[in-house]
């Protein structure tokens, strides 16, 4: 059943966009656009074949996407020499600035026409080539492959790669709930329904392997008024490794419309908007965590994945970044005649063996919280009074999902981090078993958003907790979950 403080999505969406323009509390309402006409590009020249400056093709941008990912792995890997981490991030570096020089992306959103639907009722997004779950062009991305051919059911396949692994050795869980988000909002575009998710409810009954395929299986359980009800099943290796429900309310074109002209006059308005990972430097250094050049590189991946997503900058450009991201990956595997990199013990080897990673690595290596690790926001961990912990977070560009909002999915992710680690003793290894997270209010990019998770209930090997995460006096969502000690603590 649906919390009734739950607050529709139409109204909240309003109430935070526009501000009241008279006082008989009538919205201020932006007026409605072809959707052709929505963006931000202002003075751009026309793009011909030929041209220095025709934008980058969507295969040319999925190639860098692709060896970007490469990339990320080889950020996570002990053995890799500090001389190939820091003139890697110097290399990057200079290819994120080159692309700082181009303008935004506009995006787009509304019905489309598709193979499977010819008379265009299933909803585009925009930009759903650069999802931060399922975007082949968005080096974050694992990328879930969906397919929502299926009226009112999507099957989506994934094979997460060593980057997404949780301190166990499996799949961060947070993670795997974001991807079932991903399949859930794809059923939905395909019903034609644009919506937002509302509560999202997982319970992880075993541990998700990387480097196998994972299958996501969500469907559309019942339809009621504007609120839609869904299910999914995850499997893997032949087994049900988790279930998960959702309810999400439909938001309809129009705010989907308005949300995205917002969006893009921000982009186009604010030219010295806040970079992919502003305030967080500090943040760190203040905790003492020296810039390795472990940590170098992954900052420059995280800042290039950024900028790749959002920028609108020419082929030539993208071309140029394959050719030298290529370079750095065949200079990493030894391929261009360097010495190669040693081969990690099994012991080291993030998700392969399911073998807990060795202190301080569980921290630096984290999906979520990990500054060596590149598709980390990365979430910046405080400790409070005895096992609450406080975060900061700002999300980039790399982690947007509706129009200049983070993905919902991504949030799930971030309090499966936060709350896990309110465990009574910090050197325990646990697993989450449930993880139930509430929208209250939208999720805004570039903006430093705050957590705190506390520790409810502590019943042998099983904690319970919940936290939530606010957009400076705005709350933003609410979550509880279940984690599991992997060995009992003593008597």
Do not use: W
Not at 185 to 213: H, S
Not at 268 to 278: A, N, V
Not at 290 to 298: D, E, Q, S
Request: aromatic share 4%.
């Amino acid at each position: 059943m649906t919390n009734t403080r739950n607050v529709h999505y139409s109204r909240f969406l309003c109430h935070i966009l526009y501000k009241k323009s008279s006082p008989s509390g009538c919205l201020r309402r932006v007026p409605v656009l072809r959707v052709g006409s929505i963006g931000l590009d202002r003075g751009q020249e026309t793009m011909t074949p030929g041209n220095s400056l025709e934008k980058a093709s969507k295969s040319t941008r999925r190639t860098l996407a692709a060896v970007l990912r490469a990339l990320n792995l080889e950020a996570v890997n002990p053995a890799a020499p500090a001389d190939f981490l820091r003139n890697g991030a110097a290399d990057l570096e200079a290819l994120t600035k080159r692309m700082k020089e181009h303008p935004l992306r506009r995006r787009r959103v509304g019905f489309r026409k598709t193979e499977s639907d010819l008379e265009g009722r299933e909803f585009d997004y925009g930009m759903q080539d650069l999802s931060p779950l399922s975007g082949t062009s968005n080096p974050l991305a694992p990328p879930v492959r969906v397919d929502n051919r299926a009226e009112r059911h999507a099957v989506g396949v994934v094979t997460f790669p060593a980057t997404f692994a949780s301190p166990s050795g499996s799949l961060h869980n947070g993670h795997l709930a974001a991807a079932i988000d991903e399949v859930f909002g794809a059923t939905l575009a395909r019903l034609g329904k644009p919506a937002m998710t509302g509560i999202l409810d997982v319970r992880f009954d075993r541990a998700c392997p990387i480097e196998k395929e994972v299958r996501i299986e969500g469907g559309v359980r019942r339809i009621s008024g504007s609120t839609i009800f869904t299910e999914a099943t995850v499997f893997a290796e032949g087994r049900s490794l988790a279930k998960a429900d959702a309810v999400f309310f439909v938001v309809g074109e129009i705010t989907l419309r308005e949300l995205t002209v917002e969006r893009n006059r921000r982009y186009g308005l604010e030219e010295t908007r806040p970079g992919p990972d502003r305030g967080l430097a500090e943040g760190h250094a203040e905790m003492g965590n020296a810039r390795t050049p472990r940590r170098l590189f992954a900052q420059a991946l995280r800042s290039i994945a950024s900028e790749v997503v959002a920028r609108d900058a020419p082929e030539a450009l993208f071309r140029e970044a394959v050719v030298a991201t290529e370079a750095l990956v065949a200079r990493m595997t030894g391929t261009s005649g360097s010495e190669p990199v040693p081969a990690r013990s099994p012991s080291e080897e993030p998700g392969v063996q399911n073998t807990p990673l060795p202190l301080p690595d569980r921290v630096d290596c984290s999906p979520v919280t990990g500054m060596d690790n590149p598709i980390a926001p990365p979430l910046i961990v405080h400790r409070g009074s005895g096992s609450a912990v406080t975060a900061n977070v700002i999300f980039s560009a790399a982690f947007e999902g509706a129009p200049g909002l983070a993905h919902g999915g991504i949030v799930a992710a971030a309090f499966d981090e936060l709350l896990g680690l309110t465990r009574p003793r910090q050197g325990d290894v646990v697993t989450s078993s449930s993880l139930k997270v509430r929208y209250r209010s939208p999720c805004p990019l570039h903006t430093e958003l705050s957590m705190n998770g506390t520790l409810k209930k502590v019943d042998g090997r099983q904690t319970s907790t919940r936290g939530t995460l606010q957009a400076g006096n705005r709350l933003v969502a609410d979550a509880e979950a279940t984690f599991v000690a992997k060995d009992p603590p003593p008597n």
